[in-house]
Nanobody
Framework: QVQLVESGGGLVQAGGSLRLSCAGS????????LGWFRQAPGKERELVAT????????YYKDLVKGRFTISRDNAKNTVYLQMNSLKPEDTAVYYC????????????WGQGTQVTVSS
């Protein structure tokens, strides 16, 4: 099993930057695909970015391409989401999640961290 704890959220002005971190427990951290999701008030949770176990493969939601960067440090059991050029529409609770090899869904979730972008 994996336990995930996010940090780094906060209030930032439009155009600013934040870096989210997600620390994980477990000796098998390196085998998991990791993802960042977000959920805005009144909206469904959506996938923002994913990164493969090796870090070689990444995916981004179209709306964040070129602004957000996902990365991971397996030695530190940590995944990051660097968010630049933030917009008010990026305001949401951000969650990190982990998916084991062969699983079709993300089974492990953090508690979420609030990101608020003011205009």
């Amino acid at each position: 099993q994996v336990q995930l704890v996010e940090s780094g959220g906060g209030l930032v002005q439009a155009g600013g930057s934040l870096r989210l971190s997600c620390a994980g427990s477990g000796r098998t951290w390196g085998i998991y695909t990791l993802g960042w999701f977000r959920q805005a008030p009144g909206k469904e949770r959506e996938l923002v970015a994913t990164i493969s176990w090796s870090g070689d493969n990444t995916y981004y939601k179209d709306l964040v391409k070129g602004r957000f960067t996902i990365s991971r440090d397996n030695a530190k059991n940590t995944v990051y989401l660097q968010m630049n050029s933030l917009k008010p529409e990026d305001t949401a609770v951000y969650y990190c999640a982990a998916k084991a090899p062969g699983d079709g869904v993300y089974n492990y979730w953090g508690q979420g961290t609030q990101v608020t972008v003011s205009s």
